[in-house]
C-alpha cells in the first residue's frame, strides 16, 4: 500500500509538470503584461519614464527566456513559494487559501446534495426500471441536465432576487450585510441562506449524470448471476437490492467522483460571478482579467493538484470497495 | 492515475457505449446503419429532437431570410433590388447605407415596393430609442439594451451556436481519431506520449484553460473560439479510439489475418472503423450539446463571441446586467430557452443513439 | 418519407410571410412604444425631482455613535494613495485616515482654497519658490508614535524614488528642488519654477509614517503590507479589508481635531448595480454614489426607497471624450475632426442611455467652475453640415463603392475602447452606424484595461475613448503640453503652440482673474480646433439615506465621512 501510494504521488509529478508548463507558455504569449497591468490601473495623468518600466521589467525578469523564466517558477515551487501577486503584494498561496475554503465548501455542498438525492434515485430508477415513475424521474433529470447554469441562475436573480417580482434570495456573497452582528447560529444560518441557491445551481447538472450512473450501474449488477442466486436462495427483495447491489454499483459512481472535481471548480467559475461569491472561479476570472501570472499559475497549479488528489482518492475507495481490484499491478 | 485504473474506466465507460459482440465477428455497415435507424425510430422522442436539430440548421442556414433590416427584394426609388439582404453591410450600395432602416421605408415612391423578412430587423441595427422593450407586435420578442431585436438576434445566434458546435467538434474528432489512431497502432513511446497527454487533459480544469485563452488573445473572433474548445475536447474520442484498436488486435482472427500476410492498415480499416463509427458518433452529438454551453458560457463571461455579433450567450450577459434593474425578463428567457432547446435535442438525439446501437436494449 | 414534405413545407413557410410593403402608401408610424415606466407609485418632492439635498441637513446637534455602510463599486488596489491613483482609493482615504499638509477646503465655492490640516500655518515666499510649513504638535500616528517633519521629508523622498510606483503624483511635483526638515516641526520646500498649484498638490499628497517601513526599501515599498493595513492621522483608524468585500474603519478618538462622530464605517464593496440595488431596497446602505442612470430613474418608484432616501446628483471635475490619434495623418485636417464631431447625437444618447441626465460637455475643466464659460458652444449633431465640411476638405466617394476616399486612401480607422462599458459600448456603436451612413467605415475593438492602457501610452491606437477626472482647476500641462507626448499623458500626440505656451504661461500665473481667462481661451481653442470630440460631462448618481445629517456636497471631495452624523430621532421611527 505504500509503495502504491508513493508510486502514484510521484506519477503526478510530470502531469503536474506538464500542466504548469502549458499553462506558463500560453500566459506568456498574452499581449498586456504585468507591467502593463500594474502602471496603467488608472489613467490619472502621470507620467510614467521609461527608467522606472525598465526597472519593473527588470525585477520580474520578463526579458529571460520563458522556459528560464518557468524553471525559476519550478524552483520556487519546489518550496511551496507560489510568488506573489504582483499588483497588490499579497502573497498568491494566501490568497488561494483565503479563497478556496469557499470554493471547496461551496463544491462539497454541491457533491453532498448532488449525491444524497441522487444515489436514492437511481437505486429507485433501478428497481422499478421501465415504470412510470421512471420514466419521469429520467425525462426531469435530463431536462435539468441541459438546462445552462447560467440561464438557470439569471432567471433566479430576476423573479427572485428583489427586483420587479419577488425578493427571495440574496444575490449576493455569502454573508449579509449585518453579519457580524448575529449570533453563532444565526451566522450559520445566514451562510446557510446565501450559500443555497449557488450550491444548487453548481449541482443540478450532476444529479442526472450521478443517477443515471447509478441506475446503470445497479441495473447491471441486478441481473448478474450471484444476485439470481441470492434471490434464489429466498432472500428477501430489499435485502438483495442492498447488501449486494449497492455494493457493487458504487463502483461507478466512484470513478464518477473522481472525475468532478475539475467540473465543480471550473464550474463555480459563472455560479461565483452570478452571485458574487468570493471563491476560486472568481479569483480566477480577476487573475486573467488583471494579467497576474503569479496568481494564474498557482490556481492552476492548485487545481490540477486538488484534482489529482481526488482521482487517487478515488482509486484508493475502488480498492477498498470492490474486493476484485488489488493496487497490486498485474501485467 | 495509473494505467491500470486508466484501463478501468475506459473499459466502464466504454462498455455502455459498446456493443458486446458475441464471438467478435466484424460488422457490416450497411445493415447496421439501417438496424440503428430502426431502432431509433421507434421512439417519438428521438425524431422529435432530431426534426428541432433540423429546424435550427434551417434557421441557421436562413438566418438572413428571416431577420434583416434590408428587404429580400425590392423597387426602392425606380430601382430594383434584388437580395440586397444578403449584402454584408461593407457591400451595400451607396443610395441604401445613407438612410436608416425606417427612413427607407419611409422613402419609396409611386410604385415602389419591399419585401421584407418576417422579422422586419436585423440583429445589428440599433435604435436606443427602442431600448429594452417588452415583446410587443412590433418586436416579438422585444428588445434589448440598445434597441436591437432579441428576435433577430436569437435567430442569427444559431448562427454562432452551430458553427461553434459543428466546427470544434469535427476538429476535435478528427485530432481524436488521429491521435487515438497513433497510439492504438504504433504502440511504444507514442502510446505512452498521448496517454500522458489524454491524462493531462483530463486532469486539467479545461474550462479554466479556456478561459485564460480567451482572456488572453488580443482580438478574440469566433474562431478562437472554436479552436479552443477543439484544442480540449479530443481526449474522449481519442481514448475511444486507441480502446477499440488495441482491442481488435487482440481478436484471434486478427491475429490469423496477419499471420496469413494480411497488413495491419487493412485491418485497421476493415474492423476499426466500423465499430468505432457509432460510438464517436455519439460522443460527437454530445459533443456539440457541450460545445455549445461552453461557447454560450464563454460568451456569458465576456469571453466568447465578440460584440456586436449575436450570439445567445451575450444576451444572457445583458439579461444579468439588467436582470434587477430593470426585470427584462425576454432577454433571459428567449435565449435561455433557445439553448436549452438546442442543448436537449442534441443530447436527446445521441442519447437515442447510444441506445439504438445497444445490442441489450433492441427491442 | 413524412419528413421530407415536411421540410418542403417548412421551407415554404419561411418564405412566403415576408411582408410586402408598397411605396405610396402612407406608412404606419411604427409606434416606438413608450419604455415601461411605473405608472403611479409615490408622490416625489422637488427635491427627488430635481435631484438635490434639501436645506437643513447640517443643522442640529450631532449625536454620537453608530455605523455608516458606504458602497463602494471597486476593489482598490491598495489604501495607500501614493502607490495607486484609484478613484475610490482616493475617497475612501484621504482626509479621513490620511492626511495632508493642508486640505483643500471643500465649502470654499469656486475656489477651495488650502485650509490647514498636518501644518497649522505656512509662508509662501514672494517668489513663491519657498514654502515653509510649521507642522501641527501633538498629533499622533494611529499606533500612538509622534508625527514629525520626518515624516514629511520620508513621504516626500518616495514621492520622488523612481522605483516606487508613485508617478501619478510626483508629475505634479517635477519642479521641487529639495525637502528640508530644520526641526521636528519644520517643513522647508524649495521649488525651481514657481508653480501655481503647488498647495494644491501637496493637499492631496498623503503624509505617510516613516517608522511603519523597516525593511521595506527600494522598490520593497510597493509590496509592504502597510499599504493593506495602513496607519495615518485622520479622524478614522484602520481596522480591516476583507478583500473584495469590506473596508472598516473606525472613529480615531485620539484626533488631534473635532472627532468624527459615527463610531464606524463600512465600505462595502459592490460592483454589480443588482446587488446594490437590492440592500437599497432593505436600505441596508447609507451611501451609494454610483447608481445607473436607469436606477436613478427608476427608483423614483420605489416607495421604500422615496422613503428612506435623499436623491441627489451632483457633477464633479469630468468629462468624458473620443480621442482621435494625431499621429495618423487622417486626423489632422480640423475640418475633418469638426465633421467627426458632428457625427455624434449627444443629445439623443444623453436621452436614451442617461434617462437626460448627461450634459454634452463644453470645457475640458471644470465646467461649473469659473474657468469654464457656459456660453461654450460645441457643435451640435448636423450631418449634412458634416458632410460639407467632409467634402470640403476633399473626403468624397470617387469610386462608387460606398465609402469616402481621398487619394485613393479610404476612409477608414480603428476605434480601441476598454472592455466592460456596457453604455459606452453602446455609444460608440450608435456612433459607428452614423458614420457608416456618410461613408465612414469605423472598426471597433475592445480590449481589456491594462492592453488598453499599454496602447494608450505606445500610441497604438487611431481613435480612444476615456474620461478624465480632475481637480477644481486643473494643470493643462500634462494633458495638453508637447513635451508629454513621448512618456507623458498626451496621448492624442496633439501639439499646438499656442496650447503650449498658455500651458506653460498658467503655471506661474498667481492672478486668479487672469489665470481664469486663460483657461477659457485654452478652452475656445480646444472647441474650435476639436482635437478631441468632447462628449459628456456626467454626474455622479446618488442616494443618500434620510437617517444621515451633517450631509454636505462638494464637488471636489467624497461625502465628507466625518462630518456627518446618524439621527437618532429617524432610528427612532
Known amino acids: 500500500m505504500g509503495t502504491y501510494l508513493a508510486r502514484r504521488l510521484l506519477l503526478m509529478i510530470p502531469t503536474l509538470l506538464g500542466i504548469t508548463l502549458v499553462t506558463f507558455v500560453v500566459i506568456r504569449l498574452a499581449p498586456g503584461d504585468p507591467v502593463s497591468a500594474a502602471m496603467g490601473g488608472d489613467l490619472q495623468p502621470g507620467a510614467m519614464s521609461a527608467e522606472a518600466i525598465e526597472h519593473f521589467r527588470r525585477e520580474m525578469h520578463l526579458d529571460d527566456p520563458v522556459l528560464v523564466q518557468y524553471g525559476r517558477w519550478v524552483g520556487r515551487l519546489v518550496t511551496l513559494d507560489l510568488g506573489t501577486s504582483w499588483r497588490t503584494g499579497r502573497s498568491v498561496l494566501e490568497q488561494i487559501a483565503e479563497r478556496m475554503p469557499v470554493t471547496m465548501g461551496l463544491g462539497g455542498a454541491a457533491l453532498f446534495f448532488v449525491y444524497l438525492l441522487g444515489l436514492p434515485l437511481g437505486i429507485l430508477s433501478a428497481v422499478k426500471q421501465g415504470s412510470a415513475s421512471d420514466r419521469i424521474s429520467t425525462v426531469i433529470l435530463f431536462v435539468l441536465y441541459s438546462l445552462p447554469s447560467f440561464w438557470v441562475g439569471t432567471l433566479a436573480i430576476l423573479y427572485l432576487g428583489g427586483g420587479k417580482y419577488w425578493d427571495l434570495i440574496p444575490v ?67 435485502v438483495v437490492v442492498f447488501k449486494h447491489a449497492l455494493r457493487n454499483s458504487l463502483i461507478p459512481i466512484l470513478s464518477h467522483l473522481g472525475l468532478m472535481v475539475p467540473f465543480l471548480i471550473g464550474g463555480s467559475v459563472i455560479v461565483e460571478r452570478l452571485f458574487g461569491i468570493p471563491g476560486m472561479g472568481q479569483l480566477m476570472f480577476q487573475a486573467i482579467l488583471t494579467r497576474d501570472y503569479s496568481l494564474i499559475m498557482g490556481i492552476t497549479t492548485v487545481t490540477a493538484i486538488l484534482t489529482m488528489l481526488g482521482i487517487l482518492i478515488t482509486d484508493l475507495l475502488y480498492a477498498a470497495v470492490d474486493p476484485r481490484i488489488s493496487l497490486v499491478e498485474k501485467k | 492515475m495509473s494505467r491500470g485504473t486508466a484501463q478501468r474506466l475506459a473499459e466502464r465507460e466504454e462498455r455502455s457505449l459498446e456493443q458486446v459482440e458475441a464471438g467478435g465477428a466484424p460488422r457490416r455497415t450497411r445493415g447496421y446503419g439501417r438496424m440503428v435507424w430502426e431502432q431509433f425510430r421507434r421512439s417519438k422522442l428521438n425524431l ?37 439582404n444578403l449584402l454584408p453591410d461593407a457591400k451595400r450600395p451607396p443610395e441604401l447605407r445613407r438612410h436608416s432602416p425606417a427612413e427607407l421605408r419611409a422613402l419609396l415612391g409611386e410604385g415602389d415596393w419591399a419585401l421584407l423578412t418576417p422579422i422586419g430587423r436585423g440583429p445589428l441595427d440599433i435604435d436606443v430609442t427602442r431600448r429594452l422593450q417588452p415583446p410587443s407586435a412590433a418586436e ?224 | 418519407m413524412v419528413l421530407r414534405s415536411t421540410a418542403a413545407l417548412l421551407l415554404c413557410a419561411l418564405i412566403l410571410p415576408g411582408c410586402l410593403v408598397r411605396g405610396g402608401e402612407p406608412v404606419e408610424e411604427e409606434a416606438a412604444g413608450p419604455v415601461a415606466r411605473a405608472a403611479g407609485g409615490p408622490a416625489l418632492d422637488a427635491y427627488w425631482r430635481d435631484g438635490i439635498l434639501p436645506p437643513g441637513l447640517e443643522e442640529g446637534t450631532p449625536s454620537r455613535g453608530g455605523t455608516l455602510t458606504v458602497r463602494i463599486n471597486s476593489n482598490p488596489p491598495s489604501l495607500t494613495y501614493l502607490l495607486d491613483s484609484d478613484g475610490w482609493l482616493y475617497r475612501v482615504v484621504m482626509h479621513n485616515l490620511h492626511e495632508a499638509l493642508v486640505r483643500p477646503d471643500p465649502r470654499d465655492h469656486p475656489e477651495y482654497r488650502p485650509i490647514p490640516a498636518l501644518a497649522e500655518r505656512w509662508e509662501v515666499s514672494d ?35 523612481e522605483k516606487v510606483r508613485s508617478m501619478h503624483l510626483r508629475q505634479s511635483f517635477q519642479d521641487l528642488e529639495s525637502v528640508t526638515t530644520p526641526d521636528p516641526h519644520t517643513v522647508v520646500l524649495r521649488w525651481k519654477r514657481p508653480y501655481v498649484w503647488a498647495l494644491e498638490k501637496i493637499g492631496s499628497l498623503p503624509i505617510l509614517p516613516a517608522h511603519a517601513f523597516e525593511g521595506y526599501e527600494g522598490s520593497k515599498f510597493n509590496s509592504a503590507p502597510y499599504h493593506r493595513a495602513p496607519i495615518g492621522t485622520g479622524p478614522f483608524k484602520f481596522v480591516s479589508w476583507e478583500d473584495q468585500r469590506s473596508i472598516v474603519f473606525e472613529r480615531n478618538d485620539d484626533y488631534w481635531g473635532r472627532k468624527a462622530f459615527v463610531d464606524r464605517v463600512v465600505y462595502t464593496i459592490i460592483p454589480e448595480p443588482n446587488v446594490a440595488q437590492q440592500l437599497l431596497l432593505r436600505g441596508e446602505i447609507d451611501l451609494d454614489i454610483n447608481l445607473t442612470s436607469e436606477q436613478y430613474a427608476k427608483l423614483a418608484a420605489e416607495p421604500k426607497i422615496v422613503e428612506r432616501y435623499h436623491r441627489v446628483k451632483y457633477y464633479e471635475a469630468s468629462y468624458t471624450w473620443i480621442g482621435w490619434n494625431h499621429r495618423r495623418p487622417l486626423f489632422r485636417d480640423a475640418r475633418v475632426r469638426r465633421a467627426l464631431a458632428m457625427l455624434l447625437d449627444r443629445e439623443k444618447l444623453a436621452r436614451a442611455l442617461f434617462e437626460g441626465i448627461a450634459e454634452p460637455a463644453h470645457c475640458v475643466f471644470y465646467h461649473l467652475g469659473p474657468g469654464c464659460d457656459p456660453a461654450t458652444r460645441t457643435p451640435d449633431f448636423d450631418p449634412d453640415e458634416a458632410a460639407r465640411l467632409l467634402d470640403e476638405a476633399g473626403w468624397r466617394d470617387t469610386d462608387g463603392d460606398g465609402v469616402l476616399d481621398k487619394d485613393g486612401i479610404p476612409f477608414r480607422f480603428t476605434m480601441t475602447i476598454p472592455s466592460g462599458n456596457p453604455t459606452n459600448d453602446a455609444m460608440v456603436l450608435v456612433f459607428q452606424q452614423q458614420l457608416y451612413r456618410l461613408g465612414i467605415e469605423m472598426e471597433l475593438q475592445r480590449i481589456e484595461w491594462s492592453v488598453y492602457t499599454r496602447r494608450l501610452r505606445s500610441g497604438e491606437f487611431d481613435a480612444c475613448m476615456l474620461a478624465w477626472i480632475m481637480d477644481a482647476e486643473s494643470d493643462p500641462y500634462q494633458l495638453w503640453h508637447s513635451s508629454q507626448i513621448d512618456g507623458g499623458s498626451n496621448y492624442l500626440a496633439y501639439a499646438n503652440p499656442e496650447l503650449d505656451r498658455l500651458a506653460e504661461r498658467i503655471r506661474s500665473t498667481f492672478d486668479r482673474e487672469e489665470r481664469q481667462a486663460i483657461f477659457r481661451r485654452f478652452n475656445q481653442i480646444v472647441v474650435d480646433e476639436a482635437p478631441l470630440l468632447l462628449v459628456y460631462h456626467l454626474p455622479r448618481r446618488t442616494m443618500v439615506h434620510r437617517r444621515l445629517r451633517g450631509v454636505y456636497l462638494s464637488p471636489i471631495e467624497f461625502f465628507q465621512v466625518a462630518d456627518l452624523w446618524i439621527d437618532p430621532a429617524w432610528e427612532a421611527r
Not at chain 1, 189 to 199: M, N, Q, R
Not at chain 1, 211 to 234: C, F, H, N, P, W
Not at chain 2, 151 to 172: D, E, T
Open chain 2, 140 to 363: 416579438p420578442l422585444g428588445t434589448d439594451g440598445l434597441g436591437r431585436s432579441v428576435a433577430a438576434r436569437v435567430v442569427h445566434g444559431s448562427r454562432i451556436s452551430l458553427a461553434v458546435g459543428v466546427v470544434s467538434v469535427s476538429l476535435y474528432v478528427l485530432i481524436g481519431i488521429l491521435l487515438g489512431a497513433l497510439a492504438g497502432y504504433y504502440r511504444g513511446w507514442i502510446d505512452v506520449l498521448v496517454s500522458r497527454l489524454v491524462e493531462v487533459m483530463m486532469v486539467f480544469p479545461t474550462f479554466f484553460l479556456i478561459l485564460a485563452i480567451m482572456g488572453i488573445v488580443e482580438r478574440p473572433t469566433i474562431w478562437h473560439v472554436m479552436l479552443v474548445i477543439g484544442l480540449t475536447g479530443w481526449p474522449g474520442v481519442a481514448r475511444l479510439i486507441r480502446g477499440e484498436i488495441l482491442r481488435v488486435r487482440e481478436l484471434d482472427y486478427v491475429a490469423a489475418t496477419r499471420a496469413l500476410g494480411g497488413s495491419d492498415g487493412r485491418i485497421v480499416l476493415r474492423h476499426v472503423i466500423p465499430n468505432a463509427i457509432g460510438p464517436v458518433f455519439v460522443a460527437a452529438t454530445f459533443g456539440v450539446a457541450g460545445a455549445i454551453l461552453t461557447e454560450s458560457s464563454l460568451s456569458f463571461l465576456g469571453f466568447g463571441t465578440p460584440p456586436p455579433t449575436a450570439s445567445w450567450g451575450e444576451l444572457l450577459t445583458q439579461a444579468y446586467d439588467h436582470a434587477v434593474t430593470s426585470g427584462a425578463w425576454w432577454l433571459t428567457v428567449f435565449p435561455g430557452l433557445a439553448i436549452f432547446l438546442t442543448v436537449t435535442a442534441y443530447n436527446l438525439v445521441g442519447e437515442g443513439m447510444r441506445d439504438a446501437m445497444d445490442p441489450r436494449l433492441r427491442r
Open chain 1, 172 to 238: 449576493q456573497g455569502l454573508r449579509s450585510p449585518g453579519h457580524e452582528e448575529m449570533g453563532w447560529i444565526g451566522q450559520a444560518l445566514d451562510v446557510v441562506w446565501h450559500a443555497a441557491t449557488p450550491v444548487v445551481l453548481l449541482g443540478y447538472a450532476s444529479l442526472a449524470s450521478v443517477s443515471r450512473y447509478m441506475r446503470t450501474g445497479m441495473l447491471e449488477v441486478i441481473r448478474q448471476d450471484y444476485i439470481r442466486t441470492a434471490r434464489a436462495k429466498g432472500l428477501g427483495e430489499r
Open chain 3, 127 to 161: 517668489d513663491h519658490l519657498t514654502f515653509t510649513f510649521h507642522l501641527r504638535r501633538g498629533v499622533r500616528w494611529h499606533d500612538g508614535r509622534p508625527f514629525t517633519s520626518a515624516d514629511v521629508a520620508f513621504t516626500f523622498e518616495k514621492l520622488l524614488d
Open chain 2, 48 to 84: 422529435a429532437a432530431a426534426a428541432l436539430i433540423g429546424l435550427l440548421a434551417l434557421v441557421a442556414v436562413s438566418a438572413d431570410f428571416l431577420a434583416s433590416d434590408m428587404p429580400i427584394a425590392m423597387r426602392w426609388q425606380g430601382q430594383l433590388y434584388v437580395l440586397p
